[in-house]
Nanobody, 124 residues
Framework: QVQLVESGGGVVQAGGSLRLSCAAS????????MAWFRQAPGKEREFVAG????????VYADSVRGRFTISRNNAKSTVYLQMNSLKPEDTAVYYC?????????????????WGQGTQVTVAS
């Protein structure tokens, strides 16, 4: 099992930036993909961005492409989400997740381990 701890959330004005971090521990050698999801009040959890560490492949949701960047430091078993040009609709709890087997997917049900989440609030 992999333990995940997110950090970096907070309150920011629209147009601002935040950088989220997710540190993995435990059986990190079985991690194939690392991804970020988010869940706004009353909505389903949705995919934001994902990274396949072995090939460097990255996938983004249409709503964040061009504004968010996912990156990984495999030596530190850490994944980051740089969020720029934030909008009020980006307000949500952001979760880090890992998937043990290929391929990199956007389906929440394909991910095995989850962090507890970090709140991001974008004020208009």
């Amino acid at each position: 099992q992999v333990q995940l701890v997110e950090s970096g959330g907070g309150v920011v004005q629209a147009g601002g930036s935040l950088r989220l971090s997710c540190a993995a521990s435990g059986r990190t050698t079985v991690t194939y993909s690392m991804a970020w999801f988010r869940q706004a009040p009353g909505k389903e959890r949705e995919f934001v961005a994902g990274s396949n560490g072995s090939s460097g492949n990255r996938v983004y949701a249409d709503s964040v492409r061009g504004r968010f960047t996912i990156s990984r430091n495999n030596a530190k078993s850490t994944v980051y989400l740089q969020m720029n040009s934030l909008k009020p609709e980006d307000t949500a709890v952001y979760y880090c997740a890992t998937r043990r087997f290929p391929p990199l997917t956007t389906n929440v049900n394909d991910y095995n381990d989850w962090g507890q989440g970090t709140q991001v609030t974008v004020a208009s």
